[in-house]
């Protein structure tokens, strides 16, 4: 079996660019292939090089116009690769199909580690310069949350229920612990929400209405449609405020 070190695989990107070259830089693939390649970063370049892990062969290579890029990670779906750039203070985003940089998210200075959550919610990437986690929703590429107050954190782990997530700090001899629950209700019985969708609606549909006997939610549009639920079965999708 065949393995690669950080070295060779390297080494292998560089000998072999020319003949990428020469069939396209950007080189589109099926969806079917994204499950069997591995993304290469090089930190003097801005290149992202693509390896077929079945046949080890270079497939593909984008110029992502980073700086010093760090590492690469996948979305949930494998259809779009996050490159992080400590030069440029940004997470570049390429499409693995096409194998085009596609856009860019700005983070904090020096980003460089980056997980994505199991259930797919959040990208975390460690700025480690600003001492900030910045969190990123994969569907709209967008910054969801920036936290501070870190000691050069250097990575991010996600327990197994995805609620809580552990930082490592490279500056001080701690984990931190980040809620990852985007509402915490707290230690109550039961929260009155709105349903979020159709299926939900029929559902709150089929028991009683909620009751206001001290006619505190006059001011609510669609009120009856409010029903009480324990904390357990709520999900919020996202934060509005």
Not at 14 to 32: E, F, I, K, M, Y
Not at 86 to 101: K, M, Q, S, Y
Not at 136 to 161: C, L, M, N, Q, S
Not at 219 to 225: F, V
Request: proline share 5%.
């Amino acid at each position: 079996m065949t393995r690669f070190s950080g070295s060779a695989a390297t080494l292998a990107a560089a000998t072999c660019l020319a003949a990428v070259a020469a069939c396209g830089d950007n080189q589109s693939a099926s969806p079917d292939d994204l499950t069997r390649r591995a993304y290469v970063v090089a930190q003097e370049s801005d290149e992202l090089t693509v390896i077929d892990i079945d046949t080890h062969e270079i497939v593909g290579q984008v110029h992502t116009l980073g700086l010093g890029n760090h590492m690469a990670e996948l979305s949930p779906d494998f259809a779009k690769v996050y490159v992080s750039s400590p030069g440029t203070a940004e997470v570049i985003v390429v499409d693995a199909r096409t194998l085009t940089r596609t856009g860019s998210i700005g983070v904090g200075r020096h980003p460089t580690h980056m997980s994505l959550s199991r259930d797919g919610r959040y990208l975390a990437v460690v700025n480690e310069e600003d001492n900030a986690v910045s969190f990123i929703d994969p569907v709209t590429d967008t910054e969801v949350k920036r936290i501070d107050g870190f000691a050069t954190p250097h990575f991010v782990r996600y327990a197994a229920d995805q609620r809580t997530a552990y930082v490592a700090n490279i500056g001080a001899h701690h984990l931190s612990v980040v809620d990852l629950d985007p509402w915490n209700v707290g230690k109550v019985a039961a929260a009155m929400v709105f349903p979020a969708d159709d299926s939900t609606d029929a559902l709150f549909a089929q028991g009683p209405p909620t009751r206001d006997n001290l006619n505190l939610l006059r001011g609510y549009t669609n009120m009856k449609k409010l029903r009480w639920v324990r904390p357990d079965n709520i999900r919020v999708s996202r934060l509005l405020a």
